[in-house]
């Protein structure tokens, strides 16, 4: 359930913006943010999750800033924490645009309410 809310969050974020804020978007996501200490699991975001364009997308902004992003183009390598920090800079993204579902509502919601 909660990976098919940021294939969503991933997919919705791509149509409400052009190609150009879509990048400026996703490398405002990674530029601010900060990395706790400790483990930080490294996990993989695939193309038939978040769709082709995300992927590619993603690993550009992550090469430029010079963190690695995995070998290969179908899927995206990252710290789980910076994961979760996308997939809530994008669905904030959404709620300020008026285009976040119901779902993505909800969780924002919970979030907020530190539930």
């Given at each position: 359930?909660?990976?098919?809310?940021?294939?969503?969050?991933?997919?919705?974020?791509?149509?409400?913006?052009?190609?150009?804020?879509?990048?400026?978007?996703?490398?405002?996501?990674?530029?601010?943010?900060?990395?706790?200490?400790?483990?930080?699991?490294?996990?993989?975001?695939?193309?038939?999750?978040?769709?082709?364009?995300?992927?590619r997308v993603l690993r550009h902004v992550l090469k430029r800033r010079d963190i690695y992003a995995g070998p290969i183009a179908g899927y995206v390598e990252l710290r789980s924490s910076l994961r979760m920090h996308l997939r809530d800079h994008l669905q904030l993204h959404l709620m300020r645009l008026g285009q976040a579902s119901d779902e993505m509502k909800d969780d924002q919601l919970g979030r907020d309410l530190g539930l």
């Amino acid at each position: 359930m909660e990976d098919e809310l940021e294939f969503k969050v991933w997919r919705s974020a791509q149509q409400a913006c052009g190609a150009g804020a879509f990048v400026q978007l996703v490398d405002e996501g990674v530029g601010c943010f900060k990395r706790e200490p400790g483990f930080d699991p490294t996990v993989r975001l695939h193309a038939s999750g978040i769709g082709t364009e995300s992927i590619r997308v993603l690993r550009h902004v992550l090469k430029r800033r010079d963190i690695y992003a995995g070998p290969i183009a179908g899927y995206v390598e990252l710290r789980s924490s910076l994961r979760m920090h996308l997939r809530d800079h994008l669905q904030l993204h959404l709620m300020r645009l008026g285009q976040a579902s119901d779902e993505m509502k909800d969780d924002q919601l919970g979030r907020d309410l530190g539930l």
